[in-house]
T-cell receptor
Framework: KNQVEQSPQSLIILEGKNCTLQCNYTVSPFSNLRWYKQDTGRGPVSLTIMTFSENTKSNGRYTATLDADTKQSSLHITASQLSDSASYICVVSGSSGYALNFGKGTSLLVTP | GAVVSQHPSWVICKSGTSVKIECRSLDFQATTMFWYRQFPKQSLMLMATSNEGSKATYEQGVEKDKFLINHASLTLSTLTVTSAHPEDSSFYIC?????????FGEGSWLTVV
């Protein structure tokens, strides 16, 4: 069964610190992996999307990595801000692009 | 087990008919649920926010009269695609949040023929 596991489930960090979120998946065949940010009470917002051939992709202070061999991805947040407090969702698509496999998300809280 | 359930998983309907998709939170109350759609090889797109006991909030470009949302109870939101056309064929998914964790439904594939 295709699965996407995210860790940690929740994380609290101080403003200005860096953090890394993990996403491991068993989806096969693989099409792409997306990271979403979802603020409380709002819909998810796409941060990055990576295909098989991409190892790293950045979006401002967000940097996602992908190791398709080990089926692992990480989302690194640099110099965290209070506005980074949100849930971060990893979504992996199968080869057709139709099949979406969602992680349950990591809840990040950035404190002053 | 599933926390957010969608039904049906697959539906095929004739052009011009209406189709209802249900989204249920199984063991918690959800005052807010979200409806998304995804076209082939495209990213997830938020359609609307379903609010229990009040009108849904639609994203720009989403027709309210086309996609009727009813959130009549704390555990059920429904999306009705009215007068469906082939271009409405898509993957529809809902989500709900419990204790800061996002739970998505399994999704519903709609094919309009």
């Amino acid at each position: 069964k295709n699965q996407v596991e995210q860790s940690p489930q929740s994380l609290i960090i101080l403003e200005g610190k860096n953090c890394t979120l993990q996403c491991n998946y068993t989806v096969s065949p693989f099409s792409n992996l997306r990271w979403y940010k979802q603020d409380t009470g709002r819909g998810p917002v796409s941060l990055t999307i990576m295909t098989f051939s991409e190892n790293t992709k950045s979006n401002g202070r967000y940097t996602a990595t992908l190791d398709a061999d080990t089926k692992q991805s990480s989302l690194h947040i640099t110099a965290s801000q209070l506005s980074d407090s949100a849930s971060y969702i990893c979504v992996v698509s199968g080869s057709s692009g139709y099949a979406l496999n969602f992680g349950k998300g990591t809840s990040l809280l950035v404190t002053p | 087990g599933a926390v957010v359930s969608q039904h049906p998983s697959w539906v095929i309907c004739k052009s011009g008919t209406s189709v209802k998709i249900e989204c249920r939170s199984l063991d918690f109350q959800a005052t807010t649920m979200f409806w998304y759609r995804q076209f082939p090889k495209q990213s997830l797109m938020l359609m609307a926010t379903s609010n229990e006991g009040s009108k849904a909030t639609y994203e720009q470009g989403v027709e309210k009269d086309k996609f009727l949302i009813n959130h009549a109870s704390l555990t059920l939101s429904t999306l009705t695609v009215t007068s469906a056309h082939p271009e409405d064929s898509s993957f529809y998914i809902c989500s709900a949040t419990r204790q800061n964790t996002i739970y998505f439904g399994e999704g519903s594939w709609l094919t309009v023929v």
